[in-house]
C-alpha cells in the first residue's frame, strides 16, 4: 500500500504521525488488534477540529465510534443520525482510517444521485482537510444516467436535423455530454431514454475507451489496493448482491472492508425495485424477436417465427385486458393496481413454446455470448409472468402501472427480508445502516428500529439514536389544519378546495418562502392551476420533469416564492436560511392501501394500520419535515393541511406522530402561529 502523503497547511508541513499506529497492523489480524489504535485516531482527528475551522456537531463523533466499533468486532449496526449532526462526515473519517488499515475499498450506497455526489465532496473536503492527501474514489451510477454514444450514433444524422433529439446526439458524440447530469436545465424522461445507455455491449462496443459508464462499471470492480472509497446508489449494490448470489460475477468489489448504507430507510423499497421486473408489450416484442433471430441464425428452423407469432398474440390480448384495468383504476401514472383475472389467453401453451425457446438458448453456442445471456434471462422473466398470471406461481406480487404512459406489468417476490438477510446481513463484511429516519416511538432500541428491522430481514446492533443538535424548542412551530375536511376518494373536491384556501391564507403569513410537499401529482396540479388564477404577492414555482431540480430551487430561492413539489423534494432538498421558513405538508404521506406491496404487507400483519401504514408513513413524514431546519439559526414553521391528525380526530397515531416528530410547540389555533411568526420575524 503506498504511504499517505502529509497534508500540506498554511502554516507548513504537517505529518500525521498519529496514523503510523495504524500502518504497524497492516500486517496483523484487524479485529484482533486494531481497536485501540482506530479509536485513537478517530479522537486525534476529531480533536483538530476546530483547527481546521470544522464544527464538531453532537453525535457526530459518537456515530464514528459506533462503526469502528462495528467493524472491529465483525457486526452490523443500525444508527439513526437526526439533521445537523453531520453524518457523511461521522462514517467518512472511520471509512478513510478502516480503508487504510485493511487495505480494502469502503464502500458506500446511497438512495439518491445527489447525494452520491455530496458524499463525494464532503470525502476530498475532508480527506484534504485530514491529511489523507490521495484518496482514490469513484461515484457509480445507474447505467440510465449515463450517454451512450452507439445509441447517439444510429440517431445522428439520420434523426430530423435540428430536432432537440438530434442535436443532443450530436453533442454526445462530440463528449461534450457524458452524462445526464451534464445537461443544465435537466431533459424530460422521454428525450432522454432515446440516448441513455440501456443494453451495453461492454468490451463489444468501440466507443468504451471515451465512454464514461465502461470506465465507471471498471473502477467500481477494483481489485484489493486500486480504490479507496466506492460510492454507488443503492440500486447498484443491490444488483451486485444479486448477481452474487446467483453465482456470478459482481458488479461492484469482491472484498469491501466495509459496507455503509446511506438513507438506509429507502433501501427495502430499492431492493423490491431491484427485484422487480417490469413488462410492456412492445418489450415483450423485442425480447420475442431477439431470440427467434438467435435461434434462427443456429438451426434455421422456420418453425420459430409461428411459435413467436402466437406467443405475441397472447401478449397483445393480455396487454389489451390490462390496459381496460388502467383505464378503469389507476387515477395517476405513478399507480400499481391489481390485475383482473386474464381470460381467454391460453398462457400456459406460451409457457411451454417460452420453456422451448429457453432451453435452446442455454446450449446456444456463439461470440455473442452476453447477448444470449440476456436474451434468455429476458425469456426466463417472461415465463415467470405468464405463470404469475396464469395463477401457477404465487410466489410473486403482481401489479399493473403506466409509469411512462405506456401500460406495464410487474412482478416482484413478495418477501425480500431473506434475501437481504442472506445476501447482506450475513456476510463476512461488516455493513452500517444509517440514515436520520431509521426508528419509531418505542421504550427499547429494539422496538424503536423494528418497523425497518423485520422489513429489512436485518440482523445486528442497534445503536442509541443521534438527536439533532438544532434547537426545534426555541426556532419552529407546527401547525395543524383542523376544520379542512377529512381527504377521501368520495369528498376530493371538498378537501382540495378547503385546503387550498388555507394554503393560501399560510403562504400570506410568510409572505412566500415556502414549500409544499404533495403526496399525489394530481393535488399538485389542481392547486398549481387554482393558485396560477389568483393575483398573488409572491412568485409561483412548480417542480419540473426529469432528475434535477437545481433550476427551480435556484428560482424559488431568489424569488423567496412558493414551491409546489412531491416525489423527489420529500428528502435530499437542502435550503438553507430564511429562503425556506414555511414547509407545508398537504396530506400525511400514508401509502395507498390497494397497492398490492402494501396490501400483502398489511395482509401479513396483526394490527395493518399502526403495524405497516402508520410506521412508512411517518417514515416518509419525517423525510419530508426534515427539509425545514438545516442550520442552527434556522427559523421555521411546520403546516400540516390534513385534519386527521388534530386532537378532535382522536385518530390513535396522533400521540406516535407527535412523539415522532421534534417539533415541541404544536397548535391548531392560526392566530397563535401568525403570533409565532410575527415574534420570530418570520415574516419579513
Known sequence: MKPIKPYISGKGAVVINWLNDLYKLQKQEPAKNAEPALVNAIFRMYDRFKRLGLTERLGQQDMSLDIADAYVHGRNAMIEAGVGIGKSFAYLIPGLLINQLSRQPVIIATSSIQLSEQIHKDLRFIGSRLGFSMVRSVVGKGMGQYACRYRAADLFPSGESGSPLTVMAERILNAEINERADLKGGVSDALWSNVCVTDCKFEHCHYKHTCAFYDMRAKINAGPGEMDIIIVNQDLLIRDLIKKKEGTKGLITERPALIIIDEAHNLEAKVRDAQTLEFTFRQISRVLEDAMQLLFKQSADRSLMKSCQFVRRCAKELFRQIEADLLHTAKQDTDRIKVSAITGVPLQQAVQILQE????????????????DNTFEAVNGMIDLFQV????????????????????????????????????????????????????????????????????????????RQASPFDYDNHTMMYIAKDVPYYNHHNREAYLEAAYKELLRLCNVTDGRTLVLFSAKEDMKYIHKKLSAEKLNWALHMQREGSSQDGVIAEFRTSKGVLLSTGVFWEGVNIEGADLSHLIVFRLPFPVPADPVYE???????????????????????????????????????????????????????????????????TEEFGVLERFVREKGIHR
Not at 405 to 423: D, H, N, R, T, W
Request: positive net charge; charged residues 20%; proline residues 4%.
Open 389 to 464: 398470471l396464469a395463477g401457477t406461481e404465487d410466489n410473486y406480487l403482481l401489479w399493473a402501472s403506466q409509469p411512462r404512459g405506456e401500460a406495464a406489468v410487474s412482478i416482484c417476490p413478495k418477501g425480500i427480508s431473506q434475501f437481504l438477510k442472506y445476501s447482506l446481513f450475513s456476510g463476512k463484511t461488516s455493513v452500517i445502516l444509517t440514515s436520520a429516519t431509521l426508528s419509531q416511538s418505542g421504550g427499547t432500541l429494539e422496538e424503536q428500529y423494528a418497523y425497518l428491522s423485520r422489513s429489512l430481514g436485518y440482523r445486528g446492533e442497534y445503536m442509541e
Open 357 to 372: 425457446f429457453c432451453l435452446s438458448l442455454s446450449v446456444l453456442t456463439s461470440r455473442h455470448e452476453r447477448e444470449i
Open 600 to 666: 400483502y404487507k398489511a395482509a401479513q400483519a396483526k394490527n395493518p394500520l399502526m403495524d405497516v401504514y402508520v410506521p412508512d408513513m411517518l417514515l416518509r413524514l419525517r423525510q419530508g419535515t426534515g427539509r425545514l431546519i438545516r442550520s442552527e439559526t434556522d427559523l421555521g414553521v411546520l403546516s400540516i393541511l390534513d385534519s386527521r391528525l388534530a386532537a378532535g380526530a382522536r385518530n390513535p397515531y396522533r400521540e406516535q406522530v407527535l412523539a415522532a416528530l421534534p417539533f415541541t410547540k404544536v
